[in-house]
């Protein structure tokens, strides 16, 4: 869901490498070499999550229930994880490049992970061609239409929330892979419209200032018609925004609920929107037809 304040989106994700105490225990097995250690989950508090990177907040991509064993090539630092065996920081590699913390394993000491090599840098690229206003509403209006003809959000409404949370198209997420609304992808899952998803690394700060590296998804679209038709789709289909669906042909009402409604976290979000809509007159394409 896109809201108007965003988390930095970083580059590459430099792995931070860090030892940790680690516990032994009998019948905890070793295996020799380059080939890693064996690892025993326990745990009391069900299934252990195998994540796509070292936090608590990556996506979960499966899960080892207590008693079961996994091979761990490395350790790396991230977000501190209070366990069954201990509260730790510590993120135990798998050799297929997921993590599980080593809050819930039991295993002989293991080496920390070497920093990670650099990406090349990326090959020279054209960059995306920057609208002008005019430019970007005739662009957006096919899409903002459609997707008010096939779930009922006002044209009006769309175009205005994609001029303000893309910066009329220049953010990253639109640029790159046509994203205006900053839609995330849900355990892999892009819906009808999107096309698949980007993961990029953030910088996220826990209430104690602690600040670490994470993932996050976000959907990519052919076109920005399917972003736009996406995001009626994801207004829709979420129950949270179903008052905002009795006002389908009145668009201020249908901000003020969505906004309402917790899409974002801006105290002057509904204003901005709606400043937009005026501006630039946004009211004539809803068109109810």
Not at 74 to 98: A, F, I
Not at 113 to 123: E, K, Q
Not at 146 to 164: D, E, F, N
């Amino acid at each position: 869901m896109g809201h108007t304040t965003r988390r930095l989106l970083t580059g590459v994700l430099l792995v931070l490498a860090a030892g940790a105490g680690t516990v032994t225990s009998p019948g905890v097995a070793q295996a020799a070499g380059s080939a890693g250690v064996i690892g025993t989950i326990r745990t009391t508090d069900g299934p252990v999550n195998v994540r796509s990177g070292p936090s608590a907040k990556s996506a979960a991509v499966r899960k080892i229930a207590n008693g079961g064993t996994v091979r761990l090539a490395c350790s790396v630092q991230g977000p501190k994880v209070k366990g069954t065996v201990r509260t730790t920081t510590q993120w135990d590699r798998l050799p297929d490049g997921r993590f599980v913390s080593h809050a819930y394993v039991l295993s002989a000491v293991l080496k920390p992970c070497p920093p990670a090599v650099p990406a090349p840098a990326p090959a020279p690229t054209t960059p995306a061609p920057v609208l002008t206003p005019e430019q970007f509403i005739k662009a957006a209006v096919p899409g903002a239409q459609q997707g008010w003809r096939q779930y009922g959000v006002p044209a009006s409404v769309t175009i205005a929330q994609s001029i303000l949370e893309s910066g009329w198209g220049r953010s990253g997420l639109s640029s790159t892979d046509k994203n205006y609304f900053g839609i995330k992808c849900q355990k892999g899952a892009y819906g009808p419209h999107a096309n698949g998803c980007h993961v990029y690394t953030t910088n996220e700060c826990d209430k104690a200032g602690k600040c670490f590296v994470t993932e996050d998804a976000f959907r990519t679209y052919a076109s920005m018609s399917r972003s736009f038709q996406d995001h009626g789709h994801f207004l829709r289909n979420n129950k949270r925004y179903t008052p905002a669906f009795a006002f389908t042909k009145d668009a201020d009402k249908f901000i003020w609920n969505v906004w309402k409604a917790g899409y974002a976290t801006d105290p002057e979000y509904f204003t901005k929107v709606t400043k937009i809509m005026v501006k630039h007159d946004l009211y004539r394409y809803d068109t109810w037809k």
